[in-house]
């Protein structure tokens, strides 16, 4: 149901811009986010935005260098990383709640992509 891509691997203080597609028009009404998974670590959240584009929310460590977006009730979102650094180095994951707005829990998302992996070298 959803498809994220654009990861490849960058050199610190590179960019990247992730895209994630939903196949289904329902998830033009609920709020989307992005999660990451490093080697050997939990997944984490990452950012989310609102139904309608309206709300954004990020994690402390990629704030003022990531950015979420999308048009109103679309269905893709992207996520621009900016500045990247090594510990950025993941498997990120788009979501999609059930909700119009969701938070950074992993159980507020029902659906789930497979991932795009995203490596930075120093």
């Known amino acids: 149901q959803l498809q994220a891509s654009g990861g490849g691997s960058v050199q610190a203080g590179g960019s990247l811009r992730l895209s994630c597609a939903a196949s289904?028009?329902?998830?033009?009404?609920?709020?989307m986010a992005w999660f990451r998974q490093a080697p050997g670590k939990e997944r984490e959240f990452v950012a989310t935005?609102?139904?309608?584009?309206?709300?954004?929310y990020y994690a402390d460590s990629v704030k003022s260098r990531f950015t979420i977006s999308r048009a109103k009730a679309d269905t893709t979102v992207y996520l621009q990383m900016n500045s990247l650094k090594p510990e950025d180095t993941a498997v990120y994951y788009c979501a999609a709640s059930r909700r119009s707005v969701s938070g950074s829990r992993e159980s507020d998302y029902t659906s789930w992509g497979r991932g795009t992996l995203v490596t930075v070298s120093s």
């Open positions: 935005i609102s139904w309608d584009g309206g709300n954004a």
């Open positions: 289904r028009r329902t998830v033009s009404n609920n709020a």
